[in-house]
């Protein structure tokens, strides 16, 4: 019995509480690492911004067609709608009348106002870009209307994956704290029942 007790408390003892600092070491390198690596998901991502030269290189080798309803008015041609979205003035006569207003909600539509506003300040920039080059720029918006909604699109889905990797990476955050709590509990266990069978052996 004797016996048992000295391997017990010389062996069995000692070989725990080395593996349960062991385990506490490695899973706060692995939680610090984690933290470390997987930084970057946590940053949300730039609104996506679609730049005239992409336009441009997207219509040069071959020109895109007009989309129906999408061609710009001619100044002057107001629509009694036109006063229901701020647009930039440099937009304004290319979307003055009903229909093309409606072409232009529609590709906003699902969009917030802080993102309606980022649409068309891209879009400005655009026009603005497409009327200094001499681009053709019922093409140039067009193109803008096809690229940018392939930027939302790869956006939103980067977004839910994002939001999905978030929750794993706290799932398993959490589990690691668990994990180093349990071990520092086994650590506390056993200084109690070093100190107990000290008091008892005196």
């Known amino acids: 019995m004797a016996f048992l007790e000295s391997v017990e408390r010389h062996a ?10 062991v385990v506490i070491l490695a899973l706060s390198l692995a939680l610090v690492i984690g933290a470390v690596i997987f ?5 949300p991502n730039q609104t996506p911004v679609v730049s005239f030269n992409e336009i441009s290189r997207e219509l ?3 020109p895109e067609a007009n989309q129906p309803g999408s061609k710009p008015s001619q100044p002057g041609e107001e629509s009694q709608g036109a006063s229901s979205l701020d647009l930039p003035f440099v937009l304004q006569p ?18 917030d106002s802080i993102e309606r506003t980022e649409y068309l300040n891209n879009l400005s920039q655009v026009v603005k870009a497409s009327q200094s080059s001499g681009e053709d ?19 939103k889905a980067d977004s839910a994956a994002r939001t999905l990797r978030w929750l794993y990476i706290a799932a398993s955050a959490l589990s690691i704290m668990f994990l180093i709590a349990l071990a520092s509990l086994i650590l506390v266990l056993l200084a109690i029942e070093r100190n107990t069978r000290s008091h008892a052996t005196t």
């Open 94 to 111: 290319y979307f003055s009348a009903s229909d093309n207003r409606e072409v232009l909600m529609r590709h906003m539509e699902g969009l």
């Open 137 to 155: 720029t019922t093409n140039v918006i067009n193109k803008y209307f096809e690229l940018k909604q392939t930027q939302l699109a790869l956006a």
């Open 60 to 62: 040069h080798p071959a």
């Open 39 to 43: 930084a970057g998901d946590l940053i």
């Open 12 to 21: 069995l003892f000692r070989l725990t509480r080395f593996l349960a600092f």
